[in-house]
């Protein structure tokens, strides 16, 4: 499969703002350095906490409709996917998976969910032995066409269908899904606490997730 596009537009559009910003003001004194990397990263998760909403109306792998706020209380530690993804998603629930190993005792304050950007094919009972498979606290979540595109909306993720293969064509029960590959935070209000990219390890994400979950 090639390369899936991990990138989230209001990630692209805020580095783009932030970069722009940054560089204006530091022009304007000529002994200032450029900003760093982390400023640039810090900058960013302060603009997503203003776009990323975190609600959803969707299904969960037993049938059940549930919110965004049937889930208040609890982390909220969110990936999207889809159950035919070849790669990115196995990956990712594996370092969920190894997250919620690793929290220990916090796992309890966490809750994981996996919601698919392939409602066609990922009814509830293969989203329920998907999860099964990674770890029995993952919740899978999916719902009509509408309800997924509204869920990753609210979480400015980017999915697309796409050919199974380079110049191959996208029919009804053909097709891969090409996806951004970032899990959400979201803290016990709803509020958006975090973003982490494919390239943050299980003991980087469970070490931040600590110190959210205690501080």
Known sequence: MRKIRLAIWFLIATAIAVIGAQLTIRMLSDDAPPPTAEEKAQTA????????????????????????????????????GYTYCPDV???????????????GDDAAKVQPL????????????????????????????????????????????YYIKAPMEEGGEITATEYAVD?????????????YAQVFSPTDTAEEITGKIKEFVNQ
């Open 45 to 80: 998760q302060e603009v997503a906490r203003n776009v990323v909403t975190g609600e959803f109306s969707l299904i969960d792998h037993h049938g059940k409709a549930v919110t965004d706020l049937d889930f208040r209380g609890s982390w909220l530690l969110i990936f999207f």
């Open 179 to 191: 996806h951004s590959a970032y899990l959400y935070l979201m803290d016990p209000e709803g509020v």
């Open 114 to 157: 996996f919601i698919s950007v392939d409602p066609q094919r990922d009814t509830p009972e293969i989203l329920a032995d998907y999860v099964a498979a990674f770890h029995p606290r993952i919740i899978g979540l999916s719902g009509s066409l509408e309800q997924v595109k509204a869920a990753a909306g609210s979480h400015r993720a």
């Open 89 to 103: 998603c196995p990956t990712t629930l594996g370092v969920v998976s190894l997250v919620m190993d690793e929290l």
